[in-house]
Protein backbone atom coordinates (compact mmCIF):
# COMPACT_ATOMS: atom_id res chain seq x y z
CA UNK A 1 0.00 0.00 0.00
CA UNK A 2 2.42 2.35 0.83
CA UNK A 3 4.13 1.94 -2.51
CA UNK A 4 0.82 2.30 -4.62
CA UNK A 5 -1.34 4.85 -2.47
CA UNK A 6 0.11 7.60 -4.84
CA UNK A 7 -1.92 6.05 -7.90
CA UNK A 8 -5.04 4.97 -6.16
CA UNK A 9 -7.67 8.29 -5.96
CA UNK A 10 -10.42 6.50 -3.78
CA UNK A 11 -11.02 2.78 -2.71
CA UNK A 12 -14.87 1.52 -2.37
CA UNK A 13 -15.07 -0.87 0.71
CA UNK A 14 -18.32 -3.20 0.04
CA UNK A 15 -19.85 -4.77 3.29
CA UNK A 16 -21.88 -8.16 3.20
CA UNK A 17 -24.85 -8.66 4.94
CA UNK A 18 -24.82 -5.64 7.17
CA UNK A 19 -25.33 -1.48 6.99
CA UNK A 20 -22.51 -1.13 9.59
CA UNK A 21 -18.71 -1.65 9.02
CA UNK A 22 -17.06 -3.45 11.56
CA UNK A 23 -14.70 -2.41 14.46
CA UNK A 24 -12.17 -3.83 12.00
CA UNK A 25 -13.44 -2.42 8.70
CA UNK A 26 -13.59 1.10 10.47
CA UNK A 27 -10.16 0.32 12.04
CA UNK A 28 -8.96 0.03 8.19
CA UNK A 29 -10.79 3.44 7.18
CA UNK A 30 -9.21 5.20 9.49
CA UNK A 31 -5.69 3.88 8.92
CA UNK A 32 -6.53 4.55 4.69
CA UNK A 33 -7.74 8.07 5.26
CA UNK A 34 -5.22 9.05 8.36
CA UNK A 35 -2.31 7.41 6.71
CA UNK A 36 -2.21 6.94 3.74
CA UNK A 37 -4.77 9.80 2.28
CA UNK A 38 -7.72 8.10 0.48
CA UNK A 39 -10.59 8.57 0.52
CA UNK A 40 -13.02 5.89 1.03
CA UNK A 41 -16.06 5.41 -0.61
CA UNK A 42 -18.88 2.45 1.20
CA UNK A 43 -21.36 0.01 -0.15
CA UNK A 44 -23.61 -2.24 1.22
CA UNK A 45 -24.10 -5.62 -0.20
CA UNK A 46 -27.78 -6.67 0.75
CA UNK A 47 -28.64 -10.36 -0.12
CA UNK A 48 -31.74 -11.75 -1.10
CA UNK A 49 -34.12 -8.48 -1.24
CA UNK A 50 -37.59 -8.71 -3.25
CA UNK A 51 -37.70 -6.47 -5.94
CA UNK A 52 -40.46 -5.38 -7.46
CA UNK A 53 -41.39 -7.09 -10.61
CA UNK A 54 -39.07 -9.85 -10.49
CA UNK A 55 -40.06 -12.90 -9.19
CA UNK A 56 -36.63 -13.81 -7.29
CA UNK A 57 -35.29 -12.34 -4.89
CA UNK A 58 -32.20 -10.12 -5.87
CA UNK A 59 -28.82 -8.82 -4.42
CA UNK A 60 -29.08 -4.64 -3.99
CA UNK A 61 -25.61 -2.46 -3.88
CA UNK A 62 -25.83 0.54 -1.81
CA UNK A 63 -27.91 2.36 1.30
CA UNK A 64 -31.51 3.16 0.43
CA UNK A 65 -31.97 6.85 1.17
CA UNK A 66 -33.87 6.17 4.11
CA UNK A 67 -31.07 3.84 5.63
CA UNK A 68 -28.41 7.23 5.19
CA UNK A 69 -29.40 8.40 8.72
CA UNK A 70 -29.31 5.30 10.55
CA UNK A 71 -26.06 5.13 9.03
CA UNK A 72 -24.95 8.60 9.99
CA UNK A 73 -26.09 7.93 13.37
CA UNK A 74 -23.92 4.57 13.44
CA UNK A 75 -20.91 7.07 12.39
CA UNK A 76 -21.27 9.98 15.17
CA UNK A 77 -21.79 6.82 17.88
CA UNK A 78 -18.14 5.50 16.47
CA UNK A 79 -16.62 9.33 16.14
CA UNK A 80 -15.86 7.82 12.06
CA UNK A 81 -16.39 10.41 8.68
CA UNK A 82 -16.73 8.48 5.95
CA UNK A 83 -15.56 10.47 2.28
CA UNK A 84 -18.36 8.78 0.34
CA UNK A 85 -21.40 6.14 0.51
CA UNK A 86 -23.76 4.52 -2.75
CA UNK A 87 -27.07 5.28 -2.30
CA UNK A 88 -29.41 3.19 -4.25
CA UNK A 89 -32.23 5.37 -5.89
CA UNK A 90 -35.67 3.48 -6.07
CA UNK A 91 -37.66 3.90 -9.47
CA UNK A 92 -40.88 3.74 -8.08
CA UNK A 93 -40.64 6.72 -6.50
CA UNK A 94 -39.44 10.13 -7.42
CA UNK A 95 -36.10 10.52 -8.09
CA UNK A 96 -36.07 14.47 -7.76
CA UNK A 97 -37.61 13.74 -3.92
CA UNK A 98 -35.01 11.43 -3.22
CA UNK A 99 -31.78 13.21 -3.94
CA UNK A 100 -33.58 16.45 -2.79
CA UNK A 101 -34.34 14.63 0.50
CA UNK A 102 -30.46 13.76 0.78
CA UNK A 103 -29.67 17.13 -0.69
CA UNK A 104 -30.78 19.01 2.81
CA UNK A 105 -29.56 16.82 5.13
CA UNK A 106 -26.12 16.44 3.68
CA UNK A 107 -24.65 19.35 5.17
CA UNK A 108 -25.93 17.59 8.74
CA UNK A 109 -24.41 14.12 7.76
CA UNK A 110 -20.57 12.54 8.81
CA UNK A 111 -20.41 11.93 5.22
CA UNK A 112 -18.83 14.14 3.04
CA UNK A 113 -20.93 13.15 -0.20
CA UNK A 114 -23.48 10.56 -1.20
CA UNK A 115 -23.20 9.08 -4.72
CA UNK A 116 -25.65 7.70 -6.27
CA UNK A 117 -26.85 4.70 -8.25
CA UNK A 118 -30.02 4.70 -10.78
CA UNK A 119 -30.65 1.05 -12.24
CA UNK A 120 -32.66 0.37 -14.96
CA UNK A 121 -35.16 -2.72 -15.07
CA UNK A 122 -37.29 -1.53 -17.50
CA UNK A 123 -36.95 -2.54 -21.90
CA UNK A 124 -39.47 0.61 -22.59
CA UNK A 125 -36.70 3.19 -23.91
CA UNK A 126 -38.71 5.80 -23.06
CA UNK A 127 -39.16 5.06 -19.20
CA UNK A 128 -35.29 4.04 -19.31
CA UNK A 129 -34.28 7.33 -20.63
CA UNK A 130 -37.08 9.44 -18.53
CA UNK A 131 -35.48 8.01 -15.55
CA UNK A 132 -31.82 8.91 -16.65
CA UNK A 133 -32.60 12.20 -17.29
CA UNK A 134 -34.83 12.98 -14.13
CA UNK A 135 -31.87 11.60 -11.95
CA UNK A 136 -28.82 13.43 -13.96
CA UNK A 137 -30.71 17.36 -13.86
CA UNK A 138 -31.45 16.48 -9.86
CA UNK A 139 -27.91 16.29 -8.87
CA UNK A 140 -27.67 20.35 -10.03
CA UNK A 141 -28.34 20.86 -6.74
CA UNK A 142 -26.05 18.04 -4.72
CA UNK A 143 -22.41 19.36 -6.31
CA UNK A 144 -19.09 17.15 -5.92
CA UNK A 145 -21.55 14.09 -5.43
CA UNK A 146 -21.52 11.61 -8.63
CA UNK A 147 -24.62 9.42 -9.95
CA UNK A 148 -24.08 5.89 -12.14
CA UNK A 149 -26.24 4.20 -14.43
CA UNK A 150 -26.95 0.11 -14.64
CA UNK A 151 -26.68 -2.10 -16.77
CA UNK A 152 -24.47 -0.22 -19.42
CA UNK A 153 -25.40 -2.75 -21.71
CA UNK A 154 -28.90 -5.15 -22.34
CA UNK A 155 -29.12 -7.95 -19.59
CA UNK A 156 -31.10 -10.81 -20.97
CA UNK A 157 -30.96 -13.75 -18.62
CA UNK A 158 -34.21 -15.47 -19.28
CA UNK A 159 -36.57 -14.09 -16.67
CA UNK A 160 -34.64 -10.56 -16.21
CA UNK A 161 -34.31 -8.99 -19.49
CA UNK A 162 -32.88 -4.89 -18.72
CA UNK A 163 -32.29 -2.29 -21.62
CA UNK A 164 -28.77 -0.52 -20.63
CA UNK A 165 -27.30 2.52 -22.12
CA UNK A 166 -25.99 0.01 -24.47
CA UNK A 167 -27.48 -2.69 -26.71
CA UNK A 168 -25.82 -5.88 -27.64
CA UNK A 169 -24.16 -4.65 -30.36
CA UNK A 170 -22.82 -1.09 -28.05
CA UNK A 171 -24.97 0.99 -30.02
CA UNK A 172 -26.19 3.86 -27.70
CA UNK A 173 -30.19 3.77 -26.69
CA UNK A 174 -31.99 6.44 -26.21
CA UNK A 175 -31.40 6.84 -22.24
CA UNK A 176 -27.40 7.33 -23.49
CA UNK A 177 -28.20 10.07 -26.18
CA UNK A 178 -29.99 11.71 -23.50
CA UNK A 179 -27.23 11.64 -20.72
CA UNK A 180 -24.64 12.93 -23.12
CA UNK A 181 -26.95 15.97 -24.49
CA UNK A 182 -27.67 16.91 -20.79
CA UNK A 183 -24.38 16.51 -19.19
CA UNK A 184 -22.73 18.54 -21.53
CA UNK A 185 -25.52 21.70 -21.82
CA UNK A 186 -25.62 21.64 -18.06
CA UNK A 187 -22.17 20.23 -16.79
CA UNK A 188 -19.65 21.26 -18.72
CA UNK A 189 -19.40 24.47 -17.39
CA UNK A 190 -20.24 25.39 -13.15
CA UNK A 191 -23.84 26.18 -12.71
CA UNK A 192 -23.02 29.83 -10.98
CA UNK A 193 -25.12 31.27 -8.47
CA UNK A 194 -26.43 30.82 -5.48
CA UNK A 195 -30.31 29.70 -6.07
CA UNK A 196 -29.91 26.38 -7.20
CA UNK A 197 -33.47 25.74 -6.33
CA UNK A 198 -36.16 23.12 -8.00
CA UNK A 199 -39.58 24.18 -8.76
CA UNK A 200 -42.19 21.65 -9.84
CA UNK A 201 -45.39 21.22 -11.85
CA UNK A 202 -47.53 19.02 -13.64
CA UNK A 203 -49.26 19.76 -16.83
CA UNK A 204 -51.32 17.91 -19.33
CA UNK A 205 -49.96 14.51 -18.43
CA UNK A 206 -45.85 16.03 -18.07
CA UNK A 207 -44.10 16.77 -15.20
CA UNK A 208 -41.66 19.62 -15.47
CA UNK A 209 -38.67 20.29 -12.84
CA UNK A 210 -37.30 23.73 -13.05
CA UNK A 211 -33.92 24.54 -11.55
CA UNK A 212 -33.41 28.23 -11.11
CA UNK A 213 -29.77 29.86 -11.09
CA UNK A 214 -28.30 33.52 -11.18
CA UNK A 215 -27.64 32.86 -15.13
CA UNK A 216 -30.40 30.84 -16.39
CA UNK A 217 -33.65 28.78 -15.68
CA UNK A 218 -33.59 24.74 -16.93
CA UNK A 219 -37.03 23.72 -17.14
CA UNK A 220 -36.60 19.56 -17.94
CA UNK A 221 -40.07 18.12 -18.97
CA UNK A 222 -40.66 14.48 -18.50
CA UNK A 223 -43.53 11.80 -18.80
CA UNK A 224 -45.63 11.51 -15.95
CA UNK A 225 -45.77 8.12 -15.86
CA UNK A 226 -49.28 8.77 -16.41
CA UNK A 227 -51.62 7.32 -19.18
CA UNK A 228 -49.74 8.19 -22.78
CA UNK A 229 -51.40 10.90 -25.29
CA UNK A 230 -48.31 10.75 -27.73
CA UNK A 231 -49.80 12.65 -30.60
CA UNK A 232 -50.71 15.68 -27.99
CA UNK A 233 -49.00 18.71 -28.90
CA UNK A 234 -46.96 20.54 -25.89
CA UNK A 235 -48.49 23.61 -25.35
CA UNK A 236 -44.95 25.56 -25.00
CA UNK A 237 -46.37 28.80 -23.50
CA UNK A 238 -46.96 26.75 -20.00
CA UNK A 239 -42.81 26.18 -19.79
CA UNK A 240 -41.24 28.80 -21.23
CA UNK A 241 -40.12 31.80 -19.68
CA UNK A 242 -38.99 35.07 -22.44
CA UNK A 243 -37.54 38.14 -21.90
CA UNK A 244 -37.71 40.43 -25.75
CA UNK A 245 -34.41 40.02 -26.73
CA UNK A 246 -33.23 37.38 -25.01
CA UNK A 247 -33.85 33.82 -27.07
CA UNK A 248 -34.66 30.59 -25.58
CA UNK A 249 -33.15 27.13 -26.42
CA UNK A 250 -35.49 23.68 -26.37
CA UNK A 251 -33.24 20.70 -26.43
CA UNK A 252 -34.89 17.08 -27.94
CA UNK A 253 -32.61 15.20 -25.61
CA UNK A 254 -32.53 11.93 -27.15
CA UNK A 255 -32.41 13.18 -30.61
CA UNK A 256 -29.68 15.52 -29.71
CA UNK A 257 -31.52 18.15 -31.46
CA UNK A 258 -31.64 22.16 -30.72
CA UNK A 259 -34.50 24.84 -31.11
CA UNK A 260 -33.82 28.45 -30.67
CA UNK A 261 -36.71 30.17 -30.38
CA UNK A 262 -36.89 34.25 -29.69
CA UNK A 263 -39.48 36.26 -28.02
CA UNK A 264 -41.77 36.49 -30.67
CA UNK A 265 -41.58 32.72 -31.86
CA UNK A 266 -42.81 31.51 -28.54
CA UNK A 267 -46.30 32.95 -29.28
CA UNK A 268 -47.10 30.35 -31.98
CA UNK A 269 -47.39 26.56 -31.20
CA UNK A 270 -43.96 24.95 -30.95
CA UNK A 271 -44.06 21.15 -32.60
CA UNK A 272 -43.31 18.89 -30.51
CA UNK A 273 -45.28 16.45 -28.79
CA UNK A 274 -45.17 14.47 -25.53
CA UNK A 275 -43.33 11.73 -27.25
CA UNK A 276 -40.20 13.72 -27.33
CA UNK A 277 -39.74 14.26 -24.22
CA UNK A 278 -37.61 14.63 -22.31
CA UNK A 279 -37.26 18.26 -23.29
CA UNK A 280 -34.93 20.96 -22.02
CA UNK A 281 -35.85 24.15 -21.72
CA UNK A 282 -32.83 27.11 -21.06
CA UNK A 283 -34.39 30.58 -20.93
CA UNK A 284 -33.09 33.38 -18.90
CA UNK A 285 -32.70 33.61 -15.04
CA UNK A 286 -36.02 34.68 -13.61
CA UNK A 287 -35.51 37.87 -11.23
Not at 129 to 144: K, V
Request: glycine share 4%; proline share 5%.
Amino acid sequence: MSEEHPRIDDLEIQIVETLYPSDKCIEIIRVLQERFGVFVTLSPIVCREATSGKQFPRFRFGYTHQEILTLNQFLEVNDVVIDRVICKLDTDQSLCNQIQDIAEIRSRLRIANIDFSLEFSETNDQTNTNLAAEGLFSMATIPESRIYFEPLSDLDRTMDVTHGLLDTLCNPRPASRTLQSLNTIMYSRPLTGSKHSFRFQQVNGLKALRLLTDTATYTLLLDSGLESTASEAINMESFLYMIEGKPAKIYQLSEMMLQSVNFHEAENDISLTTAQVPILIESPPID
